[in-house]
């Protein structure tokens, strides 16, 4: 790999081999960051590249990804999912110009399938063929499709409240299912005892740097689909603090090779009901664990385990954090469907519902470009859509009672 330099510690400096096992820091424990040549990319890669290339997946950013040529890849079409302009919405916000990021056209319906890709693709450079995750959901059903597609074993890890529309993927593709009754720490923690014990390629976010790059993908895929005219904010929904922090990776590695001449300011959303990263950033202390209360299960981790890169990402560009009650969650789901046509599940709308909020406090302007990234499909949870949306009319066959009941909508 001529384009990677080596991996580095983001808290000591320490430099590592690009080995494709390789996990945290040797010496400190740290989370570790693929470190580039741009020089070397500069020349390989252009606007007019992007132009001439007929891959519309994440692979059309092969020359930023961490990975071998010719490394098999999963065979499920990933990324290049649409970015729409919804007009009522943006009406409805107050703002110039919103567009929507919907990820969940995913493969496994998330963004997740982003950084799966990667992981799986660096089991095969290790000469694995076993892989393993915990997960509050979709990390978990993106790894079980994923490697079913390419004939891998999957081991997964989920808290017992996991939605069942989740579960029910990671079965259907048949993986290695292990509900663990307690919090998404200690499947966490569980996992990661497992991994050690049976050797198991790691595909946790926060603790295999190669995943992070598979995530800058969808901030790669925005640049290109706004014609290189960078937003002034973008806006995540933050669990372990890993998608944002790929986002603002994305961003980086396009302007440090001269594809965009500016950035944007990432705005991360946190449930009101789990936030210590939103906590950490605005009171500028350490993390402080906190309990995962909120129906938005994806963003729901108590204990994030890559506060440095994702706080780092929203700090240097100038961005900001902000909670969200899980009323304005659901309240956010109802608006994106209906003024957008786009189901998101409660962590998806998340960042809807932060916008808003920022709007109605005006940090962000009405003349603000604005790009909202819909992290997964809301037919993921379907009781918190009909919590959203409320139950459907309920009539007999009867051609009186439709009228009176129209009558009554009217």
């Known amino acids: 790999m001529h384009h990677v330099k080596y991996l580095e510690c983001v808290r000591c400096g ?3 081999l690009p080995l494709p096992n390789a996990c945290t820091c040797q010496v400190c ?39 071998l040529p010719g490394s098999l890849r999963p065979p499920l079409r990933i990324g290049w999912t649409p970015l729409y302009r919804p007009q009522f919405l943006a009406a409805s916000l107050g703002l110039e110009e919103i567009f929507i990021k919907d990820d969940g056209q ?9 950084a799966t890709a990667i992981a799986l693709l660096k089991a095969v450079e290790a000469g694995q063929n076993t892989i393993a995750c915990s997960s509050t959901g979709n990390a978990a059903s993106s790894l079980a499709g994923n490697a079913a597609s390419m004939g891998m074993k999957s081991y997964i890890f989920v808290p017992g409240r996991a939605p069942q ?18 919090s998404y720490q200690e499947a966490f923690e569980l996992s990661a005892k497992a991994i ?34 960078v937003p002034d904010w973008v806006v995540f929904s933050v669990g372990d603090g890993c998608t944002i922090a790929g986002a603002w990776k994305g961003f980086l590695d396009f302007y440090q090779t001269g594809l965009i001449d500016r ?3 990432m705005l991360g959303v946190q449930a009101a ?13 350490e993390l402080v664990p906190m309990a995962e209360d909120t129906l938005a299960d994806s963003i729901a981790v108590g204990v994030p385990r890559n506060p440095d890169k994702a706080l780092r990402a929203v700090r240097d560009s100038g961005g900001t954090m902000v909670n969200v009650t899980d009323a304005e969650i659901l309240a956010a789901m109802r608006l994106l469907g209906r003024t957008s046509g786009v189901f998101a ?6 960042a809807l519902a932060g916008l808003k909020k920022m709007v109605e406090q005006g940090q962000i302007k009405g003349q603000d470009r604005v790009v909202v990234c819909v992290t997964g499909n809301g037919l993921k949870d379907v009781q918190s859509g009909i919590k959203a949306a409320g139950e459907p009319y309920r009539i007999e066959p009867d051609l009186e009672q439709l009228i009176k009941l129209l009558e009554k909508i009217d």
């Open 14 to 16: 320490h430099q590592h």
């Open 29 to 67: 424990s740290g989370i570790l960051e693929v470190k580039y040549d741009y020089g070397y990319i500069s020349k390989q890669v252009n606007r007019e590249y992007f132009k001439q290339s007929n891959d519309y997946t994440m692979w059309r950013y092969l020359p930023y990804l961490p990975v």
């Open 106 to 114: 995913n493969p496994t319906a998330s963004l997740k399938d982003r």
């Open 165 to 182: 529309g989740k579960i029910a993927q990671l079965l259907i593709f048949g993986a290695h299912v292990i509900s663990v009754q307690g």
């Open 196 to 229: 050690a014990r049976w050797g198991w390629y790691n595909r946790n976010a926060a603790i295999n740097p190669y995943l992070v790059e598979g995530k800058k993908t969808v901030t790669m895929e925005i640049c290109e689909q706004l014609d290189w005219q």
């Open 263 to 265: 950035l944007p300011k």
């Open 273 to 285: 009901g789990c936030c210590p990263l939103s906590q950490a950033f605005h009171t500028g202390g």
């Open 345 to 350: 599940e409660p962590a998806g709308s998340a």
